[in-house]
DNA sequence: CAGCGGACTTAGGACTGACCTT
DNA sequence: AAGGTCAGTCCTAAGTCCGCTG
């Protein structure tokens, strides 16, 4: 099976190169990944052009967040009704605290409870023993001074603000991009992130807890033996300068909350991660082939007499069905509870024999990454629900749904199927394919340049709401949509009256026949042609903002949707690329901009 | 050979600033 | 000038998956 997809893998390749000639010499395409086993004798040969991402990288390092300044004198802070002078350490940080304070998430048990223990830390012994409980403390001078100083920059006059531009761009030249390979690359975040309170999603248990400042001194630099070495602020040094370009990160540092490495790399628009992009969808693409086999296989697992196939057979069902994540396990007590497919419990799940005038659905409710509520309810096939059923038998609601299943071993079967193969490339493939097939069926030639990105946008809102990418409805939403309807009220009227007025044009003209009256009425027409575009243009444009009130459209298209698709679909419908991506979009798609021509399929 | 940490992708919300209206 | 609105940008948390290690 290898051989043959390696094959295909070629063939595909081929067809980009001649596409996009202009790119393939300096491009390359995305190495297929192979493992030892195929191909012992290449893996040196693999390691040297596979795995090493960079031959040269050089870079000014990470920009600090500037030290803390005490507050004015003026600004103070008060226990239990009486002023309290803080020191400095204790001082920062219940400036962090006070910023935050008209949040509602401040409010919050944990959050404070976690960060009264934090702010004790940072404490003199004095402090600890006059300052006990939170409820004593005002912080709202503090917040005061702070809400000023947002409005004080805020009014600054425009050349102040010009200048505050200036220096802002100055950095960004000087700390915003690196050199990798002889290209001067965009960096994506080149600052450090400041010290503040921690603010985990949804029930987080570590939520109010101190992110501490990032000194130098915490900071690994990654960059090629022979670049000129950043140099660190002034007084200070980096924890270490290495030079590993098997990796894409420029700067990291560990984090005090989760213990996590955070880093500092390249901005989606650069070479090296439009190459990882375009290999992604590739990988994407090479499932379309072999999708129907692996479902007849998992369809045919349900019936396996190992429950562990069976329970595999399920998860990868649902994985492909509903584009469900991978669900790896979580460390409890150190994030949200919140699942993913290989992670639903039984309290998870409900199924219904019948429900909604359909037989076999089952029903989902839970939350998953980001705490985002997943609430669903599906018909299913048969033996998916009377496994469903066997795999809930004699279990309490905390018990694991899936409990001889994880995502290493779904992964590692999936990686036997197909060469680069893993759970996640199922939602690449769906939402791709759906947003092929939606156009497809919504698209019609004839529509208006409005109408086509209406259609556009309803198949971009099918792929959201497959992937569940939800978003708060915006809070001016309502006030906005008024705005809009009053709008189209107007213009109604507006297009009542030049209806009149053209039959009143008409009838002169019958009446009068000359030339004046002639162009009189054809002016007229116009008006009204005019009017019916701009009627219709706010009506799509309502539609649209009202299906999209709670819909992300963003995290699909930045992130699953093959962008060689939009583009194909805007050549060959004759919209402008600029009304689908927008220039930050552009950027990062530019590996596809001129490779996909009109007749691109995924 | 599981468990863990590192590296990288995916994610929603806050913030900003340009543009428009009042 | 002030205030409102919105798209675009920034921010960093939270996932996935891999490779190393004991």
Redesign the pocket.
């Known amino acids: 099976m290898r051989v043959v997809w390696a094959g295909r893998w070629l063939r595909t390749a081929y067809a980009l190169f001649r596409d996009t000639p202009q790119r393939s010499a300096s491009r390359g395409a995305p190495r297929q990944?192979r493992?030892q086993k195929d191909c012992r004798a290449g893996w040196e040969e693999e390691k040297s052009t596979d795995?090493v991402?960079w031959r040269q990288l050089e870079h000014r390092g990470p920009y600090f967040?500037p030290a803390y300044e005490p507050l004015p004198d003026g600004v103070r802070f008060f226990y239990d009704g009486k002023p309290v002078k803080l020191s400095v350490a204790a001082e920062e940080v219940a400036t962090f605290y006070a910023?935050m304070l008209d949040?509602e998430?401040t409010t919050k048990e944990v959050f404070q409870n976690n960060f009264f223990s934090d702010w004790q830390k940072e404490m003199t012994a004095e402090e600890r023993k006059v300052i006990k409980h939170l409820d004593k403390c005002d912080f709202t001078e503090m917040h005061r001074y702070f809400v000023d100083k947002?409005a004080a920059?805020?009014?600054l006059?425009?050349e102040e603000?010009q200048k505050?531009?200036e220096a802002?761009e100055k950095l960004?030249q000087e700390f915003?991009y690196c050199i990798l390979d002889g290209h001067r690359e965009k960096i994506?975040?080149?600052?450090?992130?400041?010290p503040?309170l921690?603010?985990?999603?949804?029930d987080?248990p570590?939520?109010g807890m101190v992110?501490r400042r990032i000194l130098p001194e915490d900071v690994?630099i990654?960059c090629s033996r022979d670049s000129k070495i950043p140099e660190p602020p002034v007084g200070h040094q980096w924890k270490e300068v290495r030079s590993?370009n098997?990796?894409?990160?420029l700067a990291?540092w560990?984090?005090n909350?989760?213990?996590?490495?955070?880093?500092i790399?390249?901005?989606?628009s650069s070479k090296?991660?439009g190459e990882?992009?375009w290999q992604?969808y590739e990988i994407a693409r090479r499932l379309k082939g072999v999708v129907d086999e692996i479902r007849s296989q998992y369809r045919a697992d349900w019936k396996s007499r190992e429950m562990k196939r069976r329970q595999r057979a399920v998860a990868l069902y649902l994985i492909d069905k509903l584009a469900?994540?991978?669900?790896?396990?979580?460390?409890e007590g150190e994030?949200?509870d919140?699942?993913?497919?290989?992670?639903l419990r039984v309290e998870h799940i409900r199924l219904h024999p019948a429900a909604d005038g359909q037989e076999h659905v089952v029903e989902f409710d839970f939350?998953?990454?980001?705490?985002?509520r997943y609430c669903n309810r599906v018909p299913v096939e048969k033996p998916v629900y009377k496994n469903l059923q066997l795999f809930m038998e004699n279990k309490d609601l905390g018990d694991d749904l899936f409990d001889r299943l994880?995502?290493?071993?779904?992964?590692?079967h999936?990686?036997d199927l197909m060469d680069?193969?893993?759970?996640?490339?199922?939602?690449?493939y769906n939402a791709s394919v759906t947003l092929q097939e939606q156009l497809q069926v919504l698209t019609c030639a004839e529509d208006s340049i409005a109408a086509k990105i209406l259609s556009y946008n309803r198949a971009n809102r099918a792929v959201?709401i497959l992937?569940?990418?939800?978003?708060?409805t915006?809070?001016?939403?309502e006030?906005?949509?008024?705005?809009?309807q009053t709008k189209i009220k107007v213009k109604k009227e507006q297009l009542a009256e030049a209806r009149v007025e053209l039959k009143r044009a008409k009838a002169d003209h019958e009446t009068r026949g000359d030339g004046k009256s002639r162009s009189l009425l054809e002016k007229k027409r116009r008006v009204l042609e005019k009017l019916q575009d701009q009627l219709a243009r706010l009506s799509a444009q309502a539609t649209d903002?009202e299906e999209n009130k709670q819909v992300?459209l963003?995290?699909?298209k930045?992130?699953?949707l093959d962008p060689r698709i939009s583009i194909a679909w805007c050549k060959r419908f004759r919209v402008p690329v600029?009304k689908i991506y927008?220039?930050?979009?552009r950027e990062k798609f530019t590996w596809a901009l001129n490779m996909a021509g009109e007749d691109f399929e995924f």
């Open positions: 990944r493992t795995r991402k967040s910023k949040r998430y947002a920059r805020k009014a006059p425009r603000k505050l531009k802002a960004r915003g994506g975040n080149f600052k450090t992130e400041p503040g921690f603010q985990g999603r949804g987080h570590k939520m992110k690994v990654n590993d098997t990796v894409m990160w990291s560990k984090e909350i989760q213990s996590s490495v955070k880093y790399t390249l901005n989606p090296l991660k990882k992009d992604k469900l994540r991978a669900g790896n396990e979580k460390e994030a949200a919140t699942v993913g497919c290989c992670s939350l998953g990454k980001d705490s985002i994880t995502t290493a071993s779904l992964n590692k999936l990686q680069g193969l893993t759970a996640k490339v199922f939602r690449t959201a992937c569940n990418h939800q978003r708060a915006p809070k001016t939403f006030k906005s949509m008024q705005n809009l903002k992300a963003g995290t699909s930045l992130n699953y600029e927008n220039k930050t979009q």
